[in-house]
């Protein structure tokens, strides 16, 4: 469970650099902006015109110092992907979902169905549905039901004109599922956007469903939001299943699907 508290921790870490590093970078900006201005407005004098853009050059060197600092960080994020059983991921992790969402939500799992083994980087996974309580914790104040439940499903590449990437076929079906106030179609078509929240400065980063949505895609899958307002918000993983499926025939099923890292 530390290990896992850690991960949030992480991801309000990756909040806090990034809007510190939108502040810089604005700044830097500002200054470029405000150089050229002056060199358009009056572009007449050679040694004022050098002595502006130089400046210009300078802020626009550490901001590409600062953006190379904020990639080298995300590169950072290793993915180690497993082939694993998500039934077993997501009842290891049970505790930590029924203490995320608190006494007034609800928990339900339903974690029974026999399923393929998928391959995804299992810590990444965690994160994902973590950030999917902790929204559905956000969206029903005055408590309500969470269900997290897996089934398979089948994607149909027609239906998803902008991923040409993306096979048709059987995948692994990870739901969320709320009973809060759900999505209007504007937030729904912007969620996965990095930094969109509509929730107070402080309280949303805008970051929990981009990693949702990163995470889902690199694994080679899909993901989707379908919400109603005032009834709720279900997202749905669609999880690539794994060619490999040798650990999972093994017949000691106690076997450690997933190793500590
Ligand atoms: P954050 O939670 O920090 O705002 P997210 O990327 O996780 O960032 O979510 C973006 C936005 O999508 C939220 O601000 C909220 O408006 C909406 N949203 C996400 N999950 C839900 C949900 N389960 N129910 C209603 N709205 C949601």
Do not use: W
């Amino acid at each position: 469970a530390e290990e896992r508290l850690n991960q949030s921790q992480k991801m309000e870490a990756i909040g806090q650099l990034t809007g510190g590093v939108a502040h810089d970078f604005n700044n830097l900006l500002t200054i470029i902006i405000g150089n050229l201005d002056m060199i358009v407005r009056k572009p007449e004098n050679p040694q004022r015109v050098e002595r502006l853009a130089t400046s210009a050059m300078t802020a626009a060197r550490r901001a590409a110092e600062v953006t190379e600092k904020l990639l080298s960080f995300s590169r950072r994020q290793l993915v180690r992907p497993e082939t694993v059983n998500p039934n077993r991921l997501l009842k290891d992790f049970q505790a930590l979902l029924r203490r995320a969402v608190g006494e007034t939500v609800e928990i339900r799992f339903d974690l029974d169905a026999v399923l393929d083994p998928v391959r995804l980087d299992p810590g990444q996974f965690e994160s994902a549905v973590l950030n999917l309580a902790v929204n559905a914790r956000d969206a029903m104040p005055n408590g309500g039901v969470l269900t997290v439940k897996t089934c398979n499903g089948h994607l149909d590449a027609a239906e998803i004109p902008d991923r040409p990437d993306l096979q048709p076929g059987a995948y692994v079906l990870v739901s969320v599922t709320d009973t809060g106030q759900g999505m209007e179609a504007a937030t729904r078509n912007r969620a996965f956007e990095p930094f969109f929240t509509t929730k107070d400065v402080g309280k949303g980063t805008g970051l929990g469903l981009s990693q949702v949505y990163g995470f889902v895609r690199q694994a080679g899958g899909h993901a989707q939001i379908k919400s109603e307002v005032g009834r709720g918000t279900s997202v749905e993983l669609y999880l690539p299943r794994s060619a490999e499926r040798a650990a999972e025939a093994r017949p000691d099923n106690a076997l450690p699907l997933r190793q500590a890292v």
